[in-house]
């Protein structure tokens, strides 16, 4: 008998916490007045266009370009834009390097052809980064390019570039700002918020004259927006949302920008998405076998290319400086997961671009004009992952692109096809006339015979498929 209820105590105990458990699972939803807007993809044409561009050019560029991350002969490893607060300098002596800034080398067309050449399809700049000084002449302060000793509105020059060059603007903005007085880290006193609500109508202001000035600027995309200030004022940033898109319909915000009722960023309480695709990923990648579910969702990584440095810095050797065949291989990953790829340039204060980073374009330039078809619309092909690369599925089209970094040693590699889809066709992108033999060796399992010889650098197989194939040789399952 004391077995028995002691086994009926234990049953009840488990039934309890299996209920606990549903009933977490099943909590209802919040109510919220400023979260998600909608749930799943955007499905209009704008968003189509910024999903297939899927390769971007970011540039960090203000006052922080001309120390370079050197202040008084100290060199600071830190950010080269955070040197302000790295070498402790007052406002009133940062703020002094607006009367210095003279870019004389910046030629907003050789910006914009070298990143036509590189194969972006859009870029973002930095309109005015946490430092406060704004790249146009902003009727809202007097920290702007307009009152430096250069006076030409390098926003005007820079969308002008790159839109004849077919490539997409998109504006950067920093929601902190050390330079306004009335910035707050955080609402502690109803005195705190009056002064913030002055900020946050500067912003405001700011933000509506940018969509005015450049109304061919595709994506706002915010930074910033992590401190205590705001994530206790969420409902600005639904309201700046709210007037970007009604003041140039069709734009994109990211969620970066967003903070809900209760302050949760990006996704709010409900753990829905707020904007209109995830910008979470900064110097990382997802994994892509663990994190598939970045392929629910549009989204964003962003990837400088020394280890530490936005902004221009006058010594690479303090952080380890990616290679370009690693960019590549991020740029893939990211488009075999069903995201952008921004990647990262500091233009130096007097407006040329590095010779590093201009080698690096460079190279990756002539790995896109004879692979960017699998990069350009590409998206997630539900295909196992494989050691020797990655899956992309080209949108709208029967095919799938196998993008190898690691050709075996056998020269075969591997592939498992899904379910009820047959390759009818596999051949180099370089080299389409020529067919690459494949074998069937399991179920759904096939090898493909690789090019004789050995690749230099990454490459592309081009697989052709059909729905609704099945199985070619009917092997036995397995009985164990």
């Given at each position: 008998?004391?077995?028995?209820?002691?086994?009926?105590?234990?049953?009840?105990?488990?039934?309890?916490?299996m209920q606990a458990g549903w009933a977490q699972q099943q909590a209802p939803r919040k109510a919220l007045s400023y979260g998600a807007q909608y749930t799943g993809k955007r499905k209009d044409s704008a968003m189509a266009k910024f999903r297939t561009n899927r390769f971007g050019q970011f540039i960090h560029w203000g006052l922080y370009s001309i120390p370079g991350g050197i202040w008084e002969g100290k060199t600071y490893s830190y950010a080269a834009e955070f040197l302000k607060s790295s070498a402790h300098l007052s406002s009133a002596t940062w703020d002094s390097l607006m009367y210095r800034f003279n870019p004389t080398k910046f030629d907003a067309h050789a910006w914009a052809k070298m990143a036509k050449q590189m194969g972006v399809k859009y870029m973002t700049i930095t309109t005015k980064h946490h430092e406060g000084f704004?790249?146009?002449?902003s009727q809202y302060t007097d920290f702007h390019v307009g009152n430096s000793p250069f006076k030409r509105d390098i926003l005007k020059e820079l969308v002008e570039a790159y839109n004849a060059e077919g490539i997409d603007v998109n504006f950067y903005y920093s929601v902190l700002d050390w330079h306004?007085?009335?910035w707050k880290y955080d609402?502690?006193?109803?005195?705190?918020?009056?002064?913030?609500?002055?900020?946050?109508?500067?912003?405001?202001?700011?933000?509506?004259?940018?969509?005015?000035?450049?109304?061919?600027?595709?994506?706002?995309?915010?930074?910033?927006?992590?401190?205590?200030s705001i994530k206790k004022n969420g409902w600005w940033t639904l309201e700046v949302?709210?007037?970007?898109?009604?003041a140039i319909p069709g734009v994109i915000v990211n969620s970066r920008l967003r903070a809900?009722?209760?302050?949760?960023?990006?996704?709010?309480?409900?753990?829905?998405?707020?904007?209109?695709?995830?910008?979470?990923?900064?110097?990382?990648?997802?994994?892509?076998?663990?994190?598939?579910?970045v392929t629910q969702i549009d989204w964003e990584a962003c990837m400088t290319i020394?280890?530490?440095?936005?902004?221009?810095?006058?010594?690479?050797?303090?952080?380890?400086?990616?290679?370009p065949q690693e960019l590549v291989e991020m740029l893939t990953l990211t488009t075999s997961l069903g995201g952008n790829f921004l990647l990262n340039f500091g233009p130096q204060g007097d407006g040329a671009i590095r010779t590093e980073e201009k080698?690096?374009?460079?190279?990756?330039?002539?790995?896109m004009k004879v692979n960017g078809e699998a990069i350009y619309g590409g998206d997630y092909a539900g295909w196992k992952k494989q050691d020797w690369g990655y899956f992309i599925q080209k949108a709208g089209t029967n095919k799938v692109y196998m993008v190898v970094f690691n050709q075996p040693f056998s020269n075969i590699a591997r592939l498992q096809v899904p379910d009820k889809v047959k390759i009818t066709k596999s051949y180099l992108l370089e080299a389409p006339a020529q067919s690459l033999l494949l074998k069937e060796t399991q179920k759904n399992q096939f090898n493909l015979y690789l090019p004789a010889v050995k690749k230099a650098g990454a490459f592309v197989i081009v697989l052709e498929t059909e729905q609704g194939g099945g199985a070619g040789k009917q092997y036995q399952d397995a009985k164990t």
């Amino acid at each position: 008998m004391k077995q028995f209820k002691r086994y009926l105590t234990i049953v009840v105990a488990c039934t309890s916490m299996m209920q606990a458990g549903w009933a977490q699972q099943q909590a209802p939803r919040k109510a919220l007045s400023y979260g998600a807007q909608y749930t799943g993809k955007r499905k209009d044409s704008a968003m189509a266009k910024f999903r297939t561009n899927r390769f971007g050019q970011f540039i960090h560029w203000g006052l922080y370009s001309i120390p370079g991350g050197i202040w008084e002969g100290k060199t600071y490893s830190y950010a080269a834009e955070f040197l302000k607060s790295s070498a402790h300098l007052s406002s009133a002596t940062w703020d002094s390097l607006m009367y210095r800034f003279n870019p004389t080398k910046f030629d907003a067309h050789a910006w914009a052809k070298m990143a036509k050449q590189m194969g972006v399809k859009y870029m973002t700049i930095t309109t005015k980064h946490h430092e406060g000084f704004c790249m146009w002449p902003s009727q809202y302060t007097d920290f702007h390019v307009g009152n430096s000793p250069f006076k030409r509105d390098i926003l005007k020059e820079l969308v002008e570039a790159y839109n004849a060059e077919g490539i997409d603007v998109n504006f950067y903005y920093s929601v902190l700002d050390w330079h306004h007085p009335d910035w707050k880290y955080d609402i502690k006193t109803a005195e705190d918020q009056t002064q913030f609500l002055r900020y946050l109508d500067f912003a405001y202001n700011q933000l509506k004259e940018l969509a005015t000035r450049y109304p061919t600027v595709k994506c706002f995309w915010f930074d910033g927006t992590w401190d205590n200030s705001i994530k206790k004022n969420g409902w600005w940033t639904l309201e700046v949302e709210k007037m970007l898109k009604k003041a140039i319909p069709g734009v994109i915000v990211n969620s970066r920008l967003r903070a809900d009722d209760y302050g949760a960023r990006h996704r709010d309480s409900n753990g829905e998405l707020m904007g209109d695709y995830e910008s979470g990923y900064e110097r990382r990648l997802p994994d892509p076998v663990k994190d598939l579910s970045v392929t629910q969702i549009d989204w964003e990584a962003c990837m400088t290319i020394p280890e530490n440095q936005w902004g221009f810095h006058k010594d690479w050797s303090l952080s380890y400086v990616k290679t370009p065949q690693e960019l590549v291989e991020m740029l893939t990953l990211t488009t075999s997961l069903g995201g952008n790829f921004l990647l990262n340039f500091g233009p130096q204060g007097d407006g040329a671009i590095r010779t590093e980073e201009k080698q690096i374009a460079a190279t990756i330039a002539d790995w896109m004009k004879v692979n960017g078809e699998a990069i350009y619309g590409g998206d997630y092909a539900g295909w196992k992952k494989q050691d020797w690369g990655y899956f992309i599925q080209k949108a709208g089209t029967n095919k799938v692109y196998m993008v190898v970094f690691n050709q075996p040693f056998s020269n075969i590699a591997r592939l498992q096809v899904p379910d009820k889809v047959k390759i009818t066709k596999s051949y180099l992108l370089e080299a389409p006339a020529q067919s690459l033999l494949l074998k069937e060796t399991q179920k759904n399992q096939f090898n493909l015979y690789l090019p004789a010889v050995k690749k230099a650098g990454a490459f592309v197989i081009v697989l052709e498929t059909e729905q609704g194939g099945g199985a070619g040789k009917q092997y036995q399952d397995a009985k164990t």
